[in-house]
C-alpha cells in the first residue's frame, strides 16, 4: 500500500544557521566603538562568522546531548578520577582558545585587551556558554598567581596560549594549559571562611612554601584543568593555594572525583565533588590571606557573568526575532503584529542595555590605572552582575514565548532556546548571587570616591532626560546616606538603570535611548516585557536588532 501524503509542512521558520554573529550584532558595535573607538576589530569580525557556522552550532548542540562522563576507575580496579568529554567539547574549547578568550589581556596583544576579550565573550556565549566556565576561570585565576612569582614563571607562558592541549601530563610537557578554582564547601556555600578543608607544610622547593591538602570541595567545576587555585586552612588562616593535576615528576595529584553534579543547565561543563587526600598545593600569596586572592579573581569572574547573561540576551532575541520575521499567523508575520513587535522591541531595548553595562565594565578593567575608572569597576562588577544576571531568566522566558511550542522543546535549531532558558539562572547563581552582590556594592559604596565617581560617569546624560536626571540627581545622595542592607537591592537596580541609560544616550540611536528612559526609569511601563509606550519607535529599534 503507497504511503499516505497526509499534509505539507509549511510555515516553519528556517533555522537561525550560517549567519554573522558580530556584523548582526550593531549593539555590540556600537558599544566598542563608544568604550574602545581605537580597538582593531578584525579578529571579532572572524569570530562572528566562524561562531554561526553550522559546524559549530553541531558542535554546540552534540557537547550537550552528550554529557560528560565520570572515569573513576579503571577496569583493573585502580584509580582514574578523569572525565570523558565528547568530541565536540573539545572542538568548542579549542576555539575558545584559539580566540584568547582565557588569556588575551594577559599576553599584551591589544591596547583594550579586556574589551577585545570581553566582546569575544560575549559572542562565544551566544554559541556555546557551558566551555567557557574553564576559560573565565584561567582568565581569571592567570593574574593571582603573581602571587607565586616561580609558579607564575613556569605556567604564564601556557596560561596564555592560544593552544588547547586536553592531556593530563605535566605542564612543562604542554604547549597550553587551563586553571580552575576550588572555593566552596558544603557547610559554608558563599561564606568560604566557614571552609575546613586543612593544609599542612610539607617543606619548600622552586615553586616556594609545599602543602598536603586535605578536605573536599562542593562545587569544583571543570575538574579537568591542569590546576586549581583552591582555599584551605593553614596555620596562619584561610590560604589561596595552587594545587595541579599533575605533580612535577608525573604522578598524578591526590584529587578524587566524588561524582558530576546533574546541573539543570550548563550540561557540556562538567561540576564536581572533590575530595583531597593529602594533595600537594604550594603557596599563592601571604599564608592568611586567601579570602583577598579569592576576591580579585571573583571580580574577573563576574564580569564574565554579566557578559555571559548579555550574549545569552542576545541569542534568544536573535532566535525570536529570526522565528516571528518567517512564521505566518493571522495573515501577518509574527513581527509584523503589534503586540509582538513590543515584545520585541522591549527585548531588544533589555539586551542593549546589558550589552552596553557588560562592556562599559570591561573597559574599566583596562583603565585601572585611572582614578575614575578604577572607581567604577569597583561600583560597576557587582550592579552588573546584579542587574544584568537578575533579568535574564525573565527575558529567556518571554523570548521562549515568542516561539510558541517550538521554542520549548530541545530537538533541532528551536532546542537552542530551550538551552538558553536552562542556562539563564546559572550566571546570577555562580561568583555570588544577588545578596551576595548587593553587599558587595554597599562595601564598594564606603570608598570615599564612590559617590563623586558615580555623579562624574552619569554627567554625559545630563538634561537629556527629566525622569533621568531626576534619577542621577538623587543616586549620589542615596550612596552617601545608604546605612542598611535592606534598600541594597534598590539601590544596585537603580545604578545599573541610570548607567544603562546614559551609555545609550551617548552609543545607540535617539529612538533606543528613549524607549529605555521613558520605560525604564521614568515608569512608562508594565511589570512584564511588551508594555513599551504606544510612541515608541518600534521600527528603528527593531531594524537594529536584526541578527541578519
Not at 500500500?1 to 505539507?8: G, K, L, N, R
Not at 574553564?134 to 605556567?155: C, E, H, K, Q
Not at 541594597?488 to 545604578?495: E, N, P, T
Not at 521600527?539 to 541578519?548: E, F, K, N, Q, T
Request: glycine share 8%.
Amino acid at each position: 500500500m503507497p504511503d499516505v501524503i497526509t499534509h505539507e509542512v509549511f510555515n516553519q521558520p528556517e533555522p537561525l544557521v550560517g549567519y554573522d554573529l558580530f556584523a548582526g550584532n550593531a549593539a555590540l558595535r556600537d558599544a566598542l566603538r563608544l568604550n574602545a573607538p581605537q580597538l582593531h576589530t578584525a579578529p571579532l569580525a572572524a569570530l562572528g562568522v566562524r561562531l554561526g557556522t553550522p559546524e559549530m552550532q553541531l558542535h554546540a548542540r552534540l557537547a550537550n546531548v552528550h554529557a560528560p562522563q565520570l572515569r573513576t576507575h579503571d577496569r583493573f580496579g585502580r584509580r582514574l578520577d578523569e572525565v570523558e568529554f565528547h568530541p565536540s567539547y573539545h572542538a568548542l574549547m579549542a576555539a575558545a582558545v584559539d580566540a584568547g578568550l582565557h588569556g588575551t589581556p594577559w599576553a599584551g596583544d591589544s591596547a583594550s585587551p579586556h574589551v577585545l576579550r570581553a566582546a569575544g565573550f560575549l559572542l562565544f556565549t551566544e554559541l556555546e556558554p557551558s566551555v567557557l566556565c574553564p576559560i573565565s576561570m584561567t582568565y581569571a585565576a592567570t593574574p593571582a598567581l603573581r602571587g607565586n612569582p616561580a609558579v607564575f614563571a613556569d605556567w604564564a607562558p601556557r596560561l596564555t596560549s592560544r593552544v588547547y592541549d586536553p592531556v593530563l601530563k605535566p605542564w612543562n610537557q604542554k604547549a597550553g594549559v587551563t586553571m580552575g578554582m576550588g572555593m566552596t564547601e558544603k557547610q559554608g556555600g558563599s561564606d568560604v571562611r566557614a571552609n575546613t578543608t586543612h593544609a599542612e607544610p610539607d617543606g619548600q622547593d622552586g615553586w616556594g612554601p609545599r602543602f598536603r591538602v586535605s578536605g573536599h570541595k562542593w562545587f569544583f567545576s571543570a575538574p579537568m584543568c591542569d590546576a586549581f587555585l583552591v582555599l584551605a586552612q593553614t596555620a596562619s588562616g584561610l590560604s589561596c593555594l595552587f594545587l595541579p593535576r599533575v605533580l612535577p615528576d608525573g604522578s598524578r595529584n591526590a584529587i578524587r572525583i566524588q561524582r558530576l553534579k546533574d546541573k539543570l543547565g550548563n550540561k557540556a561543563n562538567a561540576s564536581s565533588e572533590v575530595e583531597f587526600h593529602g594533595a600537594t598545593a604550594w603557596l599563592v600569596g601571604d599564608e592568611g590571606r586567601g579570602v583577598p586572592q579569592i576576591l580579585e579573581m571573583g571580580t574577573m569572574t563576574r564580569l564574565d557573568c554579566a557578559l555571559g547573561t548579555s550574549g545569552l540576551m542576545r541569542q534568544a532575541l536573535a532566535l525570536a526575532l529570526n522565528h516571528t520575521s518567517q512564521r505566518m499567523a493571522f495573515g501577518k508575520r509574527l513581527i509584523e503584529q503589534p503586540l509582538m513587535r513590543n515584545v520585541l522591541a522591549d527585548l531588544a531595548l533589555e539586551s542593549e542595555a546589558a550589552t552596553a553595562l557588560a562592556i562599559r565594565l570591561a573597559r574599566a578593567f583596562d583603565r585601572r590605572a585611572d582614578a575614575h575608572e578604577a572607581a567604577m569597576a569597583r561600583l560597576l562588577t557587582p550592579v552588573a552582575k546584579f542587574w544584568i544576571c537578575k533579568r535574564g531568566s525573565h527575558f529567556a522566558q518571554e523570548a521562549m514565548e515568542c516561539l510558541g511550542g517550538n521554542g520549548y522543546v530541545e530537538e533541532g535549531g528551536e532546542g537552542v532556546m530551550a538551552r538558553v532558558y536552562r542556562e539563564m539562572p546559572l550566571n546570577s547563581i555562580w561568583e555570588g548571587a544577588g545578596n551576595i552582590m548587593a553587599l558587595d556594592l554597599l562595601r564598594a559604596l564606603r570608598k570615599a570616591d564612590a559617590a563623586a565617581a558615580l555623579a562624574h560617569e552619569l554627567a554625559p546624560a545630563k538634561g537629556a532626560h527629566a525622569a533621568l536626571d531626576r534619577l542621577a540627581a538623587a543616586l549620589p545622595t542615596r550612596v552617601e546616606e545608604m546605612a542598611t542592607e535592606v534598600e541594597a537591592r534598590r539601590l544596585a537596580q537603580d545604578v545599573a538603570l541610570a548607567v544603562q541609560a546614559t551609555l545609550l544616550l551617548q552609543g545607540a540611536p535617539p529612538a533606543v535611548f528613549a524607549a529605555f528612559c521613558d520605560s525604564r526609569v521614568a515608569g512608562n511601563w508594565g511589570q512584564s516585557f511588551g508594555t513599551l509606550g504606544g510612541g515608541t519607535d518600534f521600527d528603528a529599534i527593531l531594524a537594529r536588532a536584526m541578527p541578519r
